[in-house]
Every structure is written in C-alpha cells, then in structure tokens.
C-alpha cells in the first residue's frame, strides 16, 4: 500500500519498465509527468514521454480516450509544489532511543513512539522537497485514516487482542497522550510532546525503509528475534540459531549451489 510513497523514482521505474500495476491509473500517470520534470524535460517533451509509456503498456490505448487524463496528469506536474518525492533515510539520535527505551511503557507502546517519530521526519522531508519555506520546527503526525493506517502497518506492532491484553493503534495513541509522551489535536492530529525536549546530539543509525519501520527499534533492543538478512539486508524474524537469509534469497542461494554441484558431478 506504501511501497512507493517515499520512493516515487522506482514507482516511476518501475512503470516504463513493467506497465502499469494499479488500477490508480490517474496516479501513476501524474507520477510520471514529475519523474520526466525530474529528468529535466520540458513540458512537450513530457508529453511525448507519457504518450510512448501508454501506447507501450496499454491494450486498449488510444489519443483520444486517454487524453483528459495524460493532460490532467502533465498540468498537475507543472505546479512549482509537484515534485518527485524520493527519500533515501531518516536519521535517528542516541538521545531519543534513550527516551524511548527509559519509557514506562510496553515495548510495542515503544515501537509506536519510535515510529511516530520517524514518520513525523518523513513528513518534513516531503514537505521540503515540495516547498522547503512551509518546514517548521513542529513535529506533528497524523491528519487522516490513511495515515494511521500506514502508522499500524509500519510499526510492526501485534494484532489486537483482547485475549493477551494487546491494544490497537487507537487505544494506544489515547495512552500515550495520558502519559504526556505525544498529546492529541484537532481534526485527527498528534503533536509529538516529547521530541521538543531532545536535540539531535551522536547518530545512532539511519532508517532506510519505511514499510517496517517498527522492525529498527526490535533490532536496536533485541526483542522479538528480529535480525537483517545477510544477503539483501531486508529484516527476517529469527526461528532458529542458523537462519541467516530471508525466504527469496534462501530459494536463490539453495538454487545457486543446487547448480554448482551439478557442474561440478559433470566435471568430475
């Protein structure tokens, strides 16, 4: 759902490359009416560049059809905020670990905060690739359904259960602004309290992927036998002492020595 979110450069990619891959044809093509901005061509030439990707990947393409949208999508580019989103990390500071580990809450109460806070961070660096002069100094989150649901996915955060006493993403978020740590605001807004009292001071690490953020923080304390996949680096849950590699990569390692034995039967 978030995929190309902050990545809009490989959505782009992978659009001229694969085709088309939702049925949110509208916002694809915006999408690449900004990836050829990017590119630095001009607007005609744009044009062109998104005619030839619907002609390439579209079965039932034709001008005329298709022309309210192709031009929806290259007017939509030519605004001074429309830009390419693309962010490669976020940083994140010893002091504000501290802070989240010294909590008295639970550890999946911590995981939100941290992710909270990440995705506060992402939300600036939109902001200012789209118009730098509207960045504050705030840190706030929140706004609508989409964006809490994106907050539940990417903390990585158990399913609610009544059972084992594991709260939701809303329960959690009125707990936390009891605890003073973040306070709610109108209209779905969450000011983030306690990220005014921390200055950035030694770099922990950098987070580099958005869909699992919550996975960095089981990394940085050791819980939950999360561990990063030896070859892609991609975030495995540990099930026993030897597990070293993700499940793509496992098939593509078992497949690549299930070769190099048979070369070597037929060389022997």
Same mark, same amino acid.
């Given at each position: ?87 490669? *990390? ?7 670990? &501290?802070?989240?580990?010294?909590? =008295? %809450?639970?550890? !999946? +109460? ?86 005014? *009292? ?7 690490? &950098?987070?580099?992927?958005?869909? =699992? %953020?919550?996975? !960095? +923080? ?51």
């Amino acid at each position: 759902m978030f995929e190309f979110k902050y990545d809009e450069k490989s959505q782009a990619e992978k659009i001229i490359n694969e085709g088309f891959s939702s049925n949110h044809l509208t916002g694809e093509l915006k999408v690449l009416a900004k990836y050829f901005k990017y590119l630095g061509q001009k607007p005609k030439e744009r044009e062109e560049s998104l005619y030839e990707v619907c002609k390439k990947h579209l079965a039932d393409f034709n001008k005329v059809s298709y022309f309210r949208r192709i031009n929806a999508a290259l007017n939509y580019a030519k605004k001074k905020d429309s830009e390419l989103i693309v962010v490669e *990390s976020v940083s994140v500071y010893k002091s504000e670990l &501290d802070y989240i580990d010294n909590s =008295d %809450i639970p550890h !999946y +109460y911590k995981k939100v905060v941290f992710t909270l806070l990440i995705l506060s961070r992402l939300g600036k660096q939109v902001q200012e690739i789209r118009d730098a002069s509207k960045v504050n100094g705030e840190f706030f989150f929140g706004g609508n359904q989409r964006n809490y649901q994106e907050l539940k996915l990417s903390s990585k955060t158990p399913q609610q259960s009544k059972r084992n006493k594991i709260k939701g993403i809303h329960d959690i978020i009125g707990d936390l602004d009891k605890e003073g740590i973040i306070e709610i605001r109108g209209r779905g807004y969450i000011r983030l309290s306690f990220a005014y *009292s921390l200055l950035p001071d030694e770099l922990a690490f &950098d987070v580099t992927t958005f869909d =699992d %953020i919550g996975y !960095y +923080y089981d990394l940085h304390t050791g819980e939950n036998k999360i561990k990063k996949c030896e070859e892609c680096g991609s975030f495995i849950k540990v099930s026993g002492k030897h597990k070293k590699y993700c499940g793509d990569c496992a098939v593509a390692i078992n497949k690549e020595k299930t070769k190099k034995r048979m070369r070597e039967k037929r060389n022997v």
